[in-house]
């Protein structure tokens, strides 16, 4: 019997044994390509040599130091290579071991933002529905997914959500995309002026939207108008590329693509590519100084903050993604991964929407492909997949609820960078295996 607290109580997953590449193995020997980087995490695949010699190098000098005594110089230079690489404006590095971590800390950060400023008034965030931002309470209270909220709503802070930027099932006929982004930006605008704009704190999103909905790109010139509004009101844009950024839609930051600056920004996963638990918040210098010349001391903290082993890790990652051209290449092998997604299940008649940027693609499975039908949440069609997909030999990341949470099901591909074309043949041939078998 294990004593492993698992996340499924009623059934035992195998047991990994290695990896190497795109591919994990388990104790039996059997091959599994790793199509979703386990939830978009292992963009460098797995075994990368220059990340697992970092972290032994590392090893070799100091495992830890806490950060109310020290500052360590894999912090430091990882901390300045992001500023430099970031978006224009971003100033400062938090330093945490997840992207939960991560949000949690860019929320207190808008708020003490606020305090520091003299607007103890603003108390809400706003956010979409179908997004997702992490499990911790505060990450889950302004994430907008219904069937995760469910239960804990009594402990959750307050927090509004406007509609998502969903084209392929909210963007009316006749509506140019233009046109259904700046519909978008009035809602948010009319949800500002509800709550009191004197009130509201930020409003976050995710460039690209992940796990809940399976990677939804924005239309184009929403998250400008988003930008213009949040300006005209003081409100503070947060950004959570925690699944989207660090290549994964073929730039390193997400909202490169959509040339939008945030006042704070979220990254995890793909900065340690799974090699070690890490992840960052950014912000602005003028947040930043908000808190230095204020108080001087932000009211937050974790015992892992800034972990040097955790940042060497990142560092290394950073050399492959941008030295090494990791990033372009998952540019180049997304459009790859797209074309034979189109060519594979473009007609499929329970794919509705094949959808995302670079090595983040999303497929929205339907029981009408004309109607946009879902299949019934009790036919299960999320979890039968990744089953039958898995006992293929592929890892892939399915979700329900696609469309509000209870309606509606995807699957997300977020395979590692180094991924080859005869890879996503493979990929794209054990994924038409699953969805023939639960369709």
Not at 57 to 74: I, Y
Not at 92 to 102: P, Q
Not at 275 to 297: E, K, R, W
Request: net charge negative; proline share 6%; with cysteine.
């Amino acid at each position: 019997m294990s004593h492993v607290f698992a996340r499924n109580s009623r059934s035992t997953p195998p047991r990994v044994a290695r990896g190497e590449g795109a591919y994990l193995f388990d104790t039996d020997g059997k091959a599994y390509l790793d199509g979703s980087g386990g939830a978009a995490v292992s963009c460098l695949g797995h075994g990368d040599p220059a990340v697992t010699r970092a972290i032994r190098d590392q090893l070799d000098k100091v495992a830890f130091a806490h950060t109310g005594f020290f500052t360590s110089e894999p912090a430091e230079m990882l901390a300045d290579r992001l500023v430099a690489l970031a978006p224009e404006g971003m100033d400062r590095v938090y330093l945490v071991s997840g992207g939960s971590e991560a949000m949690e800390s860019a929320l207190k950060l808008a708020r003490q933002y606020f305090v520091e400023l003299g607007q103890p008034q603003r108390r809400r965030i706003i956010a979409r529905r179908q997004s997702y931002h992490g499990n911790t309470l505060g990450a889950l209270a302004v994430g907008g997914n219904a069937w995760r909220r469910e239960q804990f709503d009594p402990l959750l802070i307050e927090a509004h959500h406007v509609a998502p930027c969903y084209a392929y099932r909210d963007q009316r006929v006749g509506e140019s995309p233009e046109a259904y982004g700046a519909r978008l930006v009035r809602e948010l605008e009319d949800t500002i002026q509800r709550l009191g704009p004197d009130t509201v704190i930020a409003f976050l999103a995710e460039p690209v939207v992940g796990a809940t909905a399976g990677a939804v790109p924005p239309v184009p010139g929403y998250f400008k108008g988003v930008r213009e509004l949040c300006d005209r009101y003081g409100i503070l844009l947060v950004l959570d590329e925690v699944m989207c950024g660090m290549g994964r839609t073929g730039t390193l930051f997400a909202c490169e693509q959509e040339d939008v600056r945030p006042d704070i920004l979220a990254v995890a996963k793909g900065l340690g590519a799974g090699y070690q638990p890490v992840g960052a918040m950014l912000c602005t210098a003028t947040v930043h100084d908000a808190i230095a010349n204020g108080s001087g001391f932000f009211q937050h903290g974790h015992t892992y903050l800034g972990h040097p082993v955790a940042a060497a890790a990142a560092g290394a990652v950073l050399s492959r993604l941008t030295e090494d051209g990791l990033v372009d290449r998952a540019a180049a092998m997304g459009t790859v991964l797209r074309e034979a997604l189109e060519a594979r299940f473009g007609q499929h008649p329970h794919i509705g929407d094949i959808r995302g940027r670079g090595m983040f693609q999303g497929l929205e499975i339907v029981a009408d492909r004309d109607t946009k039908t879902p299949f019934p949440p009790e036919n299960r069609i999320a979890p039968r997949l990744k089953a039958a997909a898995f006992e293929a030999g592929l890892i892939c990341y399915p979700m329900g609820g696609t469309i509000d949470g209870k309606q509606g099901a995807h699957v997300l591909l977020a395979p590692p960078f180094i991924l080859t074309e005869d890879q996503v043949g493979e990929l794209v041939d054990k994924l038409s295996l699953a969805v023939e078998a639960v369709t």
